[in-house]
């Protein structure tokens, strides 16, 4: 798969289009929440999603990019400042014994370092474990909110639209929307570029699928087909001089040695003919124009 250009080889014209990407989406999200309607109907939306297969999927790919935030470094040094404030706090609090303990730097890592692995290994078997408790009592509390919001409870259904209009509030903070969106659209040009990520191999994965699945029937090939032939044939058509153009710079751009190298590494045999044939015809004629000559002289 071709790697995603990095955004430091962006022209102009894409930087700007990127650029107004947030608002789009701002726009976008505001104007669908505002549109998702609050009663029963969304209740059983809910409940038939969370009993659907890419439901599944989207904890597996949840649980996993948690696991994979809960082994980076940065995370542990972060829990471990967290550590420090709670110290600091219990220690303001009147607490002794606790935040002199905490406040120890061995204790601390070794804490970090133990809940990091520990929801690391968690994490993961959420993951691929139908009936892991995590998975299971994630599963239960939002299938719980669904048949309440499905049957209509009052108290529900205020929640989620007091949910609403604080997303919409949030939204309006353009600023910060932005950033976000800035910031999430510079990981995923990263993680585009990156051999090891996570979307390119995705996106090559299921692109890769779903051509060969589109390619077994002979009528979809025959129409892939048609449209490669036609936009070749246009293209050439259209742009037959840039043919030229870069056979002559890339032969400009080589020596002379190496251009006779080459050569002869590819039309070898047919010179080789190319100077029998010129011995030969040249011996010949030098032979004619000796025996006229002496016929002549």
Not at 6 to 23: F, G, N
Not at 41 to 54: D, H, Q
Not at 223 to 230: A, E, F, G, L, N
Request: proline share 4%; net charge positive; glycine share 6%.
């Amino acid at each position: 798969m071709a790697e995603f250009s990095s955004v430091e080889y962006m022209t102009d014209t894409q930087l700007s289009r990127l650029k107004r990407i947030p608002a789009f989406l701002d726009r976008a999200l505001q104007r669908g929440l505002r549109e998702v309607p609050i009663d029963a109907s969304a209740g059983r939306w809910l409940a038939r999603i969370l009993a659907s297969a890419p439901a599944a999927t989207a904890f597996q790919t949840l649980a996993l990019a948690l696991a994979t935030f809960a082994e980076r470094p940065d995370t542990a040094a972060t829990v471990r400042t967290w550590v420090e404030r709670a110290a600091h706090a219990l220690r303001q609090g009147g607490k002794r014994w606790v935040p002199l303990v905490l406040r120890r730097p061995i204790v601390q890592r070794k804490i970090v370092e133990a809940a990091c692995a520990y929801a690391s290994i968690e994490l993961r078997q959420a993951a691929v474990e139908p009936q892991h408790p995590l998975r299971r009592a994630l599963f239960d509390v939002a299938e719980r909110f669904a048949t309440r919001l499905a049957n209509g409870d009052t108290t529900t259904l205020g929640h989620v639209e007091q949910l609403r209009q604080a997303l919409l509030e949030s939204l309006e903070a353009r600023p910060i929307i932005a950033a976000l969106l800035m910031q999430l659209r510079q990981q995923l040009a990263e993680d585009l570029v990156s051999p090891t990520g996570f979307l390119s191999p995705f996106m090559e994965r299921h692109l890769r699928t779903g051509i060969v699945d589109a390619l077994q029937e002979p009528q979809r090939r025959a129409i892939v087909d048609q449209w490669v032939r036609t936009t070749i044939d246009d293209l050439l058509r259209r742009h037959h001089h840039y043919i030229g153009l870069t056979v002559c710079e890339h032969l400009d751009a080589l020596d002379t040695t190496t251009l006779i190298a080459q050569i002869e590494a590819r039309v070898g045999t047919d010179l080789q003919f190319i100077r029998l044939n010129g011995a030969l015809v040249g011996g010949l004629v030098g032979l004619l124009l000796a025996l006229a000559h002496r016929v002549l002289g």
